[in-house]
Nanobody, 127 residues
Framework: QVQLQESGPSLVKPSQTLSLTCTVS??????????WNWVRQPPGKGLEWMGG???????YYGPYLKSRTSISRDTSKNQFTLQLSSVTPEDTAVYFC???????????????????WGQGTQVTVSS
């Protein structure tokens, strides 16, 4: 069974770049036809798909954060990463990594859109 684990700082200052890593075990991020995604949930709001990287290395971004988001991967470590630049307090959220057999079609997503999830990591943007 695939397991995902997020890691990174829990506190980021405004205007800085938020960087998170998702480490995958029990499966490969190059497995055919799977997508490896970043999803976040701000307090009191629903899930927001930020973007993902496909099994073949193709990268896709959600429509609202694409100008500040960068996703990459390290296949030798079976990891993929998220960078979100110029953060503000509105970027405070629980950040999840998750895999899916299809690419999400928009920013609003549901838990059932994904197959396996990391436990999530709280990131607070504050000075």
């Amino acid at each position: 069974q695939v397991q995902l684990q997020e890691s990174g700082p829990s506190l980021v200052k405004p205007s800085q770049t938020l960087s998170l890593t998702c480490t995958v075990s029990g499966g490969s991020i190059t497995t055919n036809y799977y997508y490896w995604n970043w999803v976040r949930q701000p307090p009191g709001k629903g899930l927001e798909w930020m973007g993902g990287i496909a099994y073949d290395g193709s990268i896709y971004y959600g429509p609202y954060l694409k100008s500040r988001t960068s996703i990459s991967r390290d296949t030798s470590k079976n990891q993929f990463t998220l960078q979100l630049s110029s953060v503000t307090p509105e970027d405070t959220a629980v950040y999840f990594c998750a895999n899916s057999p299809t690419l999400p079609s928009g920013s609003r997503v549901l838990p059932a859109d994904f197959e396996s999830w990391g436990q999530g990591t709280q990131v607070t943007v504050s000075s």
